[in-house]
């Protein structure tokens, strides 16, 4: 059950270092509940260690990340993690599973009754528009755009309160990529679920983000909507990362909109 008050996800004076390297210096991020928050900034700057750090699979050096209101710790994480669905760019699937067996893995791992598992199955690719008669291949015999969908419903199964993607589309070609950006904007909207977002394509951000923040040497510069982004930049790197994306025109236009 979701409480009905405060930020779904909380990172208070949160750091993490991997040896002699920073990953994240401490930092304060609060990700409203059933919007979609995109993390976004040069390779390396900490948007895939937040992401981590949310899913429980690192601890934090210092500070605090709750979900929920409760504390992301050994003893919270394995319930903490069946309200979390978790994309990954590659999709992460199993070689040696079919689409099926990916997506209802951890349903069946579960014990849930078969009839619900199918009932779920049946929900999950209409929604994702997914072929039926693609259920039964594996991982190869699919295309990469339906790969990618059979990670989003595996993500989807339990019907998690929040998806962490992790540059989902960042592999696939400009031409499916554009698909699956409509679409999976569709299938947020639709079902209302807190989403954080990993991209290096500011267009990308502007066309997913209710809320975007934009890091660089793992700290969040800017933390808003696009249209502050662009009208009141808080330092020049702001800017000037914008201005490099091209692909941030479309989304211009609908913000300005």
């Not at 992401?51 to 210092?62: C, E, F, V």
């Not at 679920?193 to 500011?202: G, Q």
């Not at 696009?226 to 990362?241: D, R, S, Y």
């Not at 091209?246 to 913000?255: H, K, N, P, Q, T």
Request: glycine share 10%; with cysteine.
């Amino acid at each position: 059950m979701i409480g009905s008050d405060g930020p779904m996800i909380e990172l208070e004076n949160t750091s993490k270092n991997f040896g002699e390297a920073v990953a994240l210096l401490p930092l304060t991020l609060a990700v409203p509940k059933g919007k979609t928050t995109v993390l976004i900034g040069p390779s390396g700057c900490g948007k895939s260690t937040i992401i981590r750090l949310i899913a429980g699979l690192i601890t934090p050096d210092t500070g605090t990340v709750r979900f929920d209101g409760d504390d992301v710790s050994l003893t919270t994480i394995a319930t903490i993690r069946q309200r979390i669905g978790y994309v990954i760019q590659d999709g992460g699937l199993f070689p040696h599973l079919t689409a099926a067996e990916n997506i209802t893995l951890m349903a069946q791992w579960l014990g849930w009754p078969i009839e619900k598992v199918q009932s779920r199955l049946v929900e999950l690719t209409a929604l994702t528009h997914f072929p039926n008669d693609g259920l039964e291949r594996y991982p190869v015999q699919l295309s990469g755009g339906q790969r990618q969908r059979v990670a989003l419903m595996r993500a989807l199964m339990l019907d998690p309160d929040v998806l962490l993607l992790d540059e989902p589309l960042g592999a696939l070609d400009p031409i499916i990529r554009f698909e699956l950006q409509s679409e999976l904007r569709e299938i947020f909207r639709t079902l209302k679920k807190t989403v954080v977002m990993v991209t290096h394509d500011m267009g990308e951000a502007g066309f997913f983000g209710d809320m975007i923040a934009l890091m660089r040497d793992g700290k969040i510069v800017q933390h808003g909507d696009l249209k502050a982004l662009i009208k009141t930049p808080g330092e020049q790197f702001v800017t000037n990362f914008i201005q490099a994306h091209r692909g941030l025109y479309d989304s211009l236009d609908e913000a300005a909109s």
